[in-house]
């Protein structure tokens, strides 16, 4: 005999019927903010407060933190989001649970924060990395040509 273990999956929230929460999500350029910036009741000041819901996806807090952040609008920005909440002692704690792009789907934009057990009072920490430099790497480059005949006019040309 065998058996299929399944997850239950959540009942869908109907967002007109239910009251949204207030999530406090504190934005880093980067890298995560250190764990000590929340601590004793601090905490970074770069918070942005959203009212959500807890089925919205981490693709839809990246838009919603674009529009407030419009630098992190450039295609292939990546946005790492990360939990922060406290111990029973008062030190908080980080637990990254997904990365999005901006304009390239992935595997975690369909992460909800329900999936990603997010307690009301958690924090969401996000580092923004901006794309990767797009110069030429040097091993692509155009072989550079020589001028005349000798070796003595090898230069590169300016243009």
Not at 27 to 35: A, D, F, K, M, S
Not at 105 to 115: H, K, Y
Not at 129 to 145: G, N
Request: glycine fraction near 6%; charge should be positive; aromatic fraction near 8%.
């Amino acid at each position: 005999m065998t058996s299929v273990a399944t997850t239950p999956t959540a009942a869908p929230i109907d967002r007109e019927k239910t009251c949204p929460l207030l999530l406090r999500v504190f934005v880093n350029e980067g890298q995560h903010h250190l764990p000590d910036a929340y601590h004793r009741g601090r905490c970074p000041a770069s918070e942005l407060q959203i009212y959500t819901w807890k089925d919205a996806s981490l693709k839809e807090l990246t838009n919603l933190i674009k529009d407030v952040h419009p630098q992190a609008s450039a295609k292939g920005t990546m946005f790492n989001f990360a939990l922060a909440f406290p111990d029973r002692k008062g030190l908080f704690h980080f637990k990254e649970v997904g990365t999005t792009s901006v304009a390239h789907t992935g595997p975690d934009d369909r992460l909800t924060l329900q999936s990603v057990r997010l307690e009301i009072g958690d924090f969401m920490d996000v580092a923004i990395r901006p794309p990767p430099d797009e110069r030429v790497h040097p091993s692509r480059r155009a072989p550079m040509r020589r001028s005349g005949g000798d070796s003595r006019s090898f230069r590169p040309r300016p243009y």
